[in-house]
């Protein structure tokens, strides 16, 4: 028999308010002490793209410094420009471009920034090809 993570999850309070410079405590009850908790800020759990073929693909996330800079990485290996493929950066707005989506393109992104990170799943949307089949009967 498999043992939730989570505890009381019925109970979980999804939001909560805070007024600026109050003091606030967040908690969860996990059923293992040895699980190992990650909190995350707003909703930087992992991002779901879809792009189609030939589209043109966009990764973005924000830091607070505009001098912030931050490291791509695609299934765990640090990302080089390219030709097709390079980082942009405007105001506090960080994002990976790929000009032209390709198979190869679909994978697990991630934007680092010192000790944080925001994880994007690239996946390959639509029908991207479309074969006909035509059958010919002789008389």
């Given amino acids: 028999d ?3 993570t989570f505890l009381n999850k019925d109970l979980v309070q999804k939001e909560v308010k805070a007024t600026v410079s109050q003091k606030t405590t967040l908690s ?3 059923a293992d002490t040895k699980t190992e908790v990650k909190w995350f800020k707003d909703d930087s759990v992992q991002k779901e793209v879809k792009a189609a073929l030939s589209e043109k693909v966009t990764l973005k996330c924000e830091v607070a410094d505009v001098k912030t800079e931050v490291k ?5 290996k640090l990302l080089i420009s390219s030709k097709t493929v390079h980082a942009e950066s405007k105001g506090k707005s960080r994002m990976l471009v790929i000009d032209s989506m390709e198979k190869k393109d679909a994978g697990e992104y991630t934007c680092e920034a010192g000790s944080e990170k925001l994880d994007f799943k ?6 991207t090809c479309f074969i006909r089949l035509f059958s010919f009967i002789r008389s």
């Avoid at 791509?72 to 765990?76: A, E, F, Q, T």
């Avoid at 690239?122 to 029908?127: A, E, P, R, V």
């Fill in 28 to 30: 969860c009850e996990v």
């Fill in 122 to 127: 690239l996946k390959l949307s639509g029908n």
């Fill in 2 to 4: 498999v043992q939730p």
């Fill in 72 to 76: 791509w990485y695609k299934d765990n």
